[in-house]
Each structure stands twice: as structure tokens, then as C-alpha cells.
């Protein structure tokens, strides 16, 4: 089939797999959602294109990456009569092409140095392939670098940023290297003569310090500069090197624009239309949410927003967009202030049906540092309008700060989830381990043909049982992981060898903790496929190779191939209600025995001025069900085999032999 790239050029895509009929009628329904992973979402499309072909997306989510991925796949379903999932197939050609998604990361003008210093960073020498020890690699443990690798390793990723920044700061930088370098070179030949050494000898003292003393203050230099912009610049464009919006390259989008143009695109919408909404994927059944980190309230948001910010033209104008801004202040409502006043370019935001979905990936997607966080405004206190407030609260407003979604929940697993589930709610997981941490498969070496890492798997002591009198099951090192229902949820093990492993494992348990317990219990963990990553795939990597992108998208298509052929519904529907009713048993034991103890049927009959009071006639409502529950509790217990009440936490008849480990149910606020 045929159809338009991403930059409007006519393209020819390459047959998939399946026919443009393959999508029209399929069989199911399921909800979806994405964990975040910056450009590890390139196996989001191939996955999504299995799904497709037998389930009809219902409820749609993710956070960070998986954000936008989120709303391409929306609108895939959105358009999927007149050909959404073809486009989104085109799209996924086109990002199997490593400088196209480099290209969309588009530094600022000041600072493309530390986006060169970033990309030498992440460009740094990979670890080799490391051959297992013994005579097979099927059972043998992998061997990380050595100390003197891993220092060696480091210093070459630090020439590597050193020289990529310099290139962008030849002027300041270098002029102060070679400064120094000729300081350096007359004091020590001075020195030297004065020391009573020949010409000659002096000549080459003053050579070698000049040579050393450059090079030591070109990175000291280099280093300074660059903190400096990190500190002074990247503030300036709202704490991001990239703004997502083109710098002088009209030719190549970047990744906002680009963004905006192909989720309408996928959309089947009209160039110049407006922007698919959130109402617009209401209308046709299609729920689209995703997260986004107020880190100036400390806390997540869900989105599309639940309640009320002000938005800046002008703020808003830096990082989306002009059709979009015009949508945004179009569909708005005017700020209206106490004092009579109102700033011109502020407005409320449009309700949630009328904001676009490329607003909320956007929003999701605000990787801390590399992409610019977007600024929103809250009404403060009124004494911030006073003549002592800084100049950002004029009018009582208070500008907060929104970045990526990944920062306060990368894997929003609870999205749409019920207690009994009417549908599969899938989730796709992406993991990265270090490369020593895979070995080949039993009998595979690599051949150019086939890089080894398409033909690896996770070694065997990377797995960890939780229990250590268990043993983990040999399933589970595969780089692609689809659990059955009745399999216990190993996790994966990480070696902490020095500081920076300790840190990077005090972040990633940080943002990720809860959700890595939740993809352990039963009726979450056989829903939820694995996706392994090595060094140099996904990530923070902007400049992969091609073998990466392959690798990356290979195991995306299985991942979507295991979720279609392999996921049984009827087991997963039958795990969740011996889950839920066990532990629904216990906590119903529990509010019996405390509505008796601490009477509270009398609080109810005599609430009358208390928070939250209810008319008369709802209190003997109220009091009327709770005597029907309580019964029915009483019941339970006088009928229910082998139930003991045991400090309020019975063991009752749902909870014989129920799959292990326990979830725990608690009220928490919806995010």
C-alpha cells in the first residue's frame, strides 16, 4: 500500500504483515496502557499494529513516552474505518530510520552545546559482547567490565562531551585553552632556563606543559562553561534545552510540531483542521488519559486536567504550535481578576473535551532538563496580590511548573482498571539492564546477518526470588516476558557497584517502586508484557544505530504478538475475582466488627453538624443499608467455612488457597 510520510513526501510502506482489511473488524475489546522510556516507545507502533488486528481500543493511556504514543494510537482508533492504523504503520516505518528521531530534538540556539555534550554522553563506547564462560551459554554467568574497564569506559565518555561541547564553543572555550597553553609553555621554558637547562631542553619542558596544562584547561573550561549554561540558560527557556518546537530547520519539524501534524494525520483529519480533542475520541468511545508531574505542588495531575488553570499566550506561544495556541485561547475563557484587572494574554484553559490531545501528550511528555516543561497558572492566596508579591504573581496567580509524567508515576498500570474487569486492560513494560547482564541463547552466536543482541536473553542470576529459599522459574529470562496467569513475577535484580549504580537505583525505585509491586500481584502480572532493553537501546540514546532501532522494534512486534496470541481472558477474569473477593471478605469482617465496636450507627443518626452532614432522611437511609450489610457480613460468619475472626483480619471462605502474594485494598487519591 502507499500513502504520505511524516514530512508530506509520497511514500511506499512496505507489507507488515496485514492487510488494510485485517484492521477493520476485529474481534475485541481491550484497554491499553504505555510506561514511559524516552525513545524505547519506538516498540509502541509494532506492538500496537498485533494488537490491533483483534482488539478495538477502549481506554487509552500512558505516561512520558508512552503519553505520546498514547494519543497516536487514539487516533489510530479514532480513524480506524478510513485507514488510522495503515497511517500508523507508515509512521512506524518512518521511525525505523534513527535520524528521524533524532531530528525532532532540536535544541535552542544557546544551548546546543549541552545537547552535544548530552548526545556524546549517551554516544559513549559500549561494553562488549561479553562470551560466557565455560563451554555453554546457556547456563553460565555473565562477567561485567572490570574496575579498569569501567574507568577506562568513563574517561573516554568524558573526552567524547569535552570535544563535542568544544566544537559548539570554539570561541570562548578554545581561546581560553590556548591561553593557557601559552602560559603555560613561557612559564615553564622560563623556568627552565632559569634552572640552568640548554635551549632544547627548555623548549620541550615548555612543549609538554603547554600540551598537558591545555588539555587540563580545556576540560576544566569546558566543564565550567558548560555547568553554566546548565544553570543560566537552560532555565531561560523553561528549564529544557529543547522546546519541541523548530530552531531554524523548517525542512525537519521538531518534536511537538511534528507531533501535532501526525497525531491529525493518523486522525484522518484535514491539514489546517483543528486539532483532535479529547471530545472528539469521546464521541466515538475512545478514552484517552495520560500524566503529567506538578513540580511545583509536589504531586501528579491527571490528564486531560479535572480542574481549572490559567495559561500564559505568551509562555504557551515558546512551546506549542500557533494553531494549537489559537485552539487553546480560541476555546478558552477569559481570566477574570479581583481587582478588576486582567492580564492580556491570560485565559483559562479549555474544558477537557475541548483540549487537544497533542496538549496533554505534550504536557506527559517533559523529560527533565532535555525537553522544556510547560508553565500553567493557579490562583494564590489573595495577600500574594499585595504590593509585596514578585512580579510572576500579579493578580494572585502562582505559575507552576508541569514536567514529565514519568517523574511521579512512569507506569500508571491503574489506569481504568475495576475490581471485576469487563475487558483486558493490557500494560506494556520496558526494561533496561545493563549489557554484561544478557548472554547468548544455548547454541546461537552472532553473525552479521543477526546482531547478538536479537538472539539474547537475560542471564539467569539477574533474576531475583523474593523468597530465597525459592527458585525462579527459567521462563523468565527471556527478553520478551508474557506470564501465564498461575506464574509468580520475578524481579529483576540490579548489581549496585559504586556510586553512580546507587544513585540510578535510588531514581528508578523512586518513580517506579509501586508499580514494579503491582506488576508482581496475580490478575496484574499476566496482563502486562516485559520488554527488555540492553546499553544502547531506547532510553536516553537519540543517536541509535540501526541494529538498536531493529532490535527495539523486533521485540515490540513480539510483544504485541504474545498479548493477541497468548493472553487468556477467562483465566485472567477467574485469578481476579478469587483475588478480590478474598480480600473484599477480609475487609468486610473488618467493618462489621468496627461499625459495632465504635458505634457507629449512633454517629450517623446524630450527625447534624458535622463535616459533610446529610439530610435526615438520607441518615435513615444510611442506617437501613448498613443494618443489610452487617447482616449479610453476620451471615457469612455464622455459615462461612473455616471463618476466624482473628483480630479483625479473618481468615474466610473466599480466602482458602488464594493466589499469593496478597494485595492489600486501600483509598488513595485518584491520580
Given amino acids: 500500500m502507499s500513502g504520505w510520510s511524516t514530512n508530506g513526501a509520497r511514500m511506499t510502506s512496505p507489507e507488515l504483515g496485514h492487510a488494510p482489511s485485517s484492521f477493520l473488524k476485529p474481534r475485541d475489546e481491550c484497554d491499553l496502557v504505555m510506561k514511559g522510556g524516552l525513545t524505547s516507545a519506538i516498540a509502541y507502533p509494532p ?19 508512552g503519553a505520546i504514543a498514547a494519543a497516536l494510537v487514539a487516533a489510530a482508533e479514532y480513524a480506524r474505518a478510513n485507514g488510522g492504523f495503515e497511517r500508523l504503520r507508515e509512521l512506524n516505518e518512518y521511525l525505523a530510520d534513527p535520524g528521524n528521531v533524532l531530528r525532532l530534538f532540536q535544541p535552542s540556539g544557546d544551548t546546543r552545546p549541552a545537547f552535544a555534550a548530552l548526545l556524546a554522553l549517551m554516544e559513549g563506547p559500549r561494553p562488549p559482547i561479553v562470551e560466557p564462560r565455560g563451554t555453554s551459554s546457556s547456563d553460565s554467568e555473565q ?35 590556548l591561553l593557557i597553553g ?25 612543549v609538554g606543559s603547554a600540551l598537558g596544562l591545555g588539555i587540563l584547561g580545556y576540560v576544566i573550561v569546558a566543564s565550567v562553561r558548560l555547568l553554566a549554561l546548565l544553570f543560566r540558560g537552560v532555565p531561560r527557556h523553561s528549564f529544557g534545552i529543547c522546546t519541541g518546537l523548530t530552531q531554524g530547520r523548517p525542512e525537519a519539524p521538531a518534536l511537538t510540531e511534528w507531533l501535532a501534524d501526525e497525531i491529525d494525520r493518523v486522525a484522518g483529519l484535514e491539514p489546517g483542521h483543528r486539532p483532535l480533542t479529547i471530545g472528539d475520541l469521546a464521541d466515538r468511545g475512545i478514552r484517552l488519559q495520560m500524566v503529567t508531574t506538578n513540580l511545583s505542588l509536589a504531586q501528579p495531575h491527571l490528564l486531560p486536567f479535572e480542574t481549572r488553570l490559567i ?75 499585595h504590593g509585596g508579591a514578585p512580579p510572576q504573581d500579579r493578580h494572585g496567580l502562582q505559575r507552576n511548573w508541569f514536567s514529565d509524567g514519568g517523574i511521579s508515576s512512569n507506569f500508571p498500570l491503574h489506569f481504568f482498571d475495576r475490581w471485576l474487569p469487563t475487558r483486558p486492560g493490557f500494560g506494556i513494560d520496558l526494561t533496561e539492564m545493563p549489557d554484561h ?14 546482531p547478538p543482541t536479537r538472539g539474547r536473553v537475560l542471564s539467569e542470576r539477574y533474576i531475583s526470588a523474593v ?73 536516553l540514546n537519540l543517536s541509535m544505530s540501526h541494529a538498536a532501532v531493529a532490535s527495539i522494534r523486533d521485540k515490540g512486534e513480539r510483544a504485541g504478538k504474545k498479548l493477541a496470541q497468548e493472553f487468556s481472558f477467562d483465566d485472567h477474569r477467574w485469578v481476579r475475582f478469587r483475588v478480590l473477593m478474598a480480600e473484599l471478605e477480609r475487609h468486610l469482617v ?82
Fill in 311 to 385: 495559561f500564559s499566550r505568551r509562555e504557551i506561544g515558546r512551546l506549542f504550535p500557533p494553531r494549537i495556541v489559537q485552539h487553546l485561547w480560541d476555546k478558552g475563557e477569559p481570566a477574570e481578576f479581583s481587582s478588576g484587572t486582567e492580564p492580556k494574554d491570560c485565559c483559562f484553559l479549555p474544558p477537557a473535551r475541548d483540549l487537544p490531545a497533542v496538549f496533554c501528550a505534550r504536557l506527559s511528555l517533559s523529560f527533565p532538563v532535555l525537553i522544556s516543561a510547560v508553565p500553567l497558572w493557579t490562583r494564590g492566596s489573595k495577600l500574594s496580590s
Fill in 143 to 177: 562477567r561485567g567490565p572490570s574496575a579498569a574497564g569501567r574507568l577506562v569506559t568513563w574517561l573516554h565518555r568524558g573526552c567524547r562531551v569535552a570535544t563535542a561541547y568544544g566544537r559548539h564553543d570554539l570561541l570562548v572555550t578554545g581561546g581560553l585553552t
Fill in 47 to 65: 506492538a500496537v499494529l498485533e494488537l490491533a488486528t483483534r482488539y478495538r481500543f477502549r481506554n487509552i493511556g500512558g505516561a512520558s513516552a
Fill in 467 to 539: 523468597d530465597a529459599s525459592d527458585e525462579p522459574e527459567p521462563s523468565q529470562v527471556e527478553d520478551v516476558v508474557l506470564l501465564r496467569a498461575n506464574q509468580t513475577m520475578y524481579p529483576e535484580w540490579s548489581e549496585i557497584d559504586g556510586l553512580l549504580d546507587f544513585l540510578s537505583a535510588i531514581w528508578e525505585t523512586s518513580h517506579s517502586s509501586h508499580e514494579n509491586m503491582l506488576m508482581q500481584l496475580p490478575g496484574f502480572r499476566d496482563r502486562v508484557v516485559r520488554v527488555r532493553f540492553a546499553t544502547g537501546e531506547g532510553g
Fill in 182 to 206: 601559552c602560559g603555560g609553555f613561557l612559564v615553564a621554558r622560563l623556568a627552565a632556563l632559569g634552572a640552568g637547562a640548554r635551549e632544547s631542553a627548555a623548549l620541550l619542558w615548555g
Fill in 437 to 450: 547482564a544478557f548472554r547468548l541463547r544455548a547454541g546461537q552466536r552472532g553473525t552479521d546477518a543477526e
Fill in 590 to 671: 473488618q467493618l462489621a466488627s468496627a461499625y459495632r465496636e465504635a458505634r457507629y450507627d449512633r454517629l450517623i443518626a446524630c450527625a447534624c453538624a458535622r463535616p459533610y452532614d446529610r439530610p435526615e432522611a438520607w441518615r435513615e437511609e444510611a442506617e437501613r443499608r448498613m443494618t443489610e450489610l452487617i447482616d449479610l457480613v453476620r451471615a457469612w460468619e455464622r455459615e462461612g467455612p473455616g471463618l476466624e475472626a482473628r483480630g479483625g483480619d479473618g481468615v474466610a471462605f473466599f480466602a482458602q488457597e488464594e493466589p499469593r502474594p496478597r494485595p492489600t485494598l486501600r483509598i488513595v487519591p485518584r491520580v
